[in-house]
């Protein structure tokens, strides 16, 4: 079901390699919350999956920034947006998402 609703909007699931415990939810929305009060076990379940999905995200999003400033595209939007789109949605390697906008790019000067 997750499945067919990220497919619909284009979207990457991040799914932890195991489930994650009720220590580590409680850990990685305590600075969240005060006091890690929730109505119920669903919401803190909710913000849990979204906390460690942004984490994953934080850390991909650092490597192609790296990855960028490497090959001098640092600060080029159109590169940036290329990379970050087929890295993030499409599960693209970074590298090759970068190739591959220099390829587009010299093509087109041609």
């Known amino acids: 079901m997750v499945e067919k609703i990220a ?3 284009s979207a990457r699931l991040i799914i932890p390699k195991k489930t994650l415990s009720v220590n580590e939810k409680i850990k990685l ?6 006091d890690n009060i929730f109505s119920n076990h669903h919401e803190r379940d909710a913000l849990a999956s979204a906390v ?11 490597r192609i920034n790296t ?4 090959y001098g595209l640092s600060g ?4 940036e947006n290329h990379v970050k789109t087929s890295v993030l949605l499409h599960g693209e390697n970074i590298a090759n ?3 591959r906008f220099i390829n587009i790019k010299l093509k087109t000067k041609i």
């Open 29 to 34: 929305t305590k600075k969240y919350t005060e």
């Open 52 to 62: 460690f999905a942004g984490k994953r995200i934080r850390q991909l999003m650092r």
């Open 7 to 9: 497919s619909s909007f």
């Open 97 to 99: 998402s970068i190739n």
């Open 67 to 70: 990855s960028l400033c490497k």
């Open 76 to 79: 080029n939007a159109d590169a």
